[in-house]
């Protein structure tokens, strides 16, 4: 059940740029939706949480949510070369495998920004 | 607060051999699930465990069994290793909760790099 597509890269910009990231689903089920930033060889971690439709932000990341359109967005503002990782989008559908919360992942989008 | 630990971090494995990976955190977490992640591919749920005594299949479990040995206890292995199962796996815990309200952030170890050969 891979619903979600998100763009491999991948995405080389320069610092202070402002990046935007992106995927799309097909699932209308869908409720939560969250990204995730991956440094190289190391764990997945959690960078925004958003509930259902709107925007949030924290410090220099914003997350959007457009459930009409099935797509969600994370613009990361005056990039760093430390923002240089790989960005998971995730998806929670509550039905999922019958148990509540099972995320559903995109393949990554892999970012550099180059000092 | 060591979060999710998984052991070993590395392993090269001839093929038809077995193994087991193990994965423990202990920040008392219902849910724990399996991923390999392979170029390309992202993060493939193999199986999890929505709370202790359960566990189910995911996307990819052929080859695969795990045992939920506890609450904070998941293990994967791999009976009989094939060459099509170099991959980096990662063990992840969440709070699973009820309906809508869910909190599914996850948590993930650093990963276990399996080469079989």
């Known amino acids: 059940q891979k619903e979600v597509e998100q763009d491999p890269g991948p995405l080389s910009v320069p610092e202070g740029a402002i990046v935007s990231l992106n995927c799309t689903y097909s699932n209308s089920a869908f409720q939560y939706f969250m990204w995730y930033r991956q440094y190289s060889r190391k764990g997945p971690e959690l960078l925004m949480y958003?509930?259902?439709?709107g925007n949030k932000e924290d410090g220099r990341f914003t997350a959007q949510v457009d459930k009409s359109s099935k797509y969600i967005s994370l613009f990361i503002r005056d990039s760093q070369p430390s923002d240089s990782a790989t960005y998971l989008c995730?998806?929670?559908?509550?039905?999922?495998?019958?148990?509540?919360?099972?995320?559903?992942f995109g393949k990554g989008t892999k970012l550099s920004v180059k000092p | 607060n060591a979060g999710v630990t998984q052991t070993p971090k590395f392993q090269v494995l001839k093929t038809g051999q077995s193994m087991t990976l193990q994965c423990a955190q202990d920040m008392n977490h219902n849910s724990m699930y399996w991923y390999r992640q392979d170029p390309g591919m992202g993060l493939r749920l193999i199986y999890y465990s929505a709370s202790e005594g359960t566990t189910d299949k995911g996307e990819v479990p052929n080859g695969y069994n795990v045992s939920r040995l506890n609450k904070r206890e998941f293990s994967l292995r791999l009976e009989s290793a094939a060459p099509s199962q170099t991959s980096v796996y990662f063990c992840?815990?969440?709070?699973?909760?009820?309906?809508?309200?869910?909190?599914?952030?996850?948590?993930f170890g650093q990963g276990t790099r399996l080469t079989v050969v």
């Open positions: 958003t509930y259902s439709s």
């Open positions: 992840a815990s969440s709070e699973a909760g009820q309906g809508v309200s869910s909190n599914t952030e996850a948590f």
């Open positions: 995730a998806m929670s559908d509550p039905a999922y495998g019958g148990s509540q919360g099972n995320l559903i």
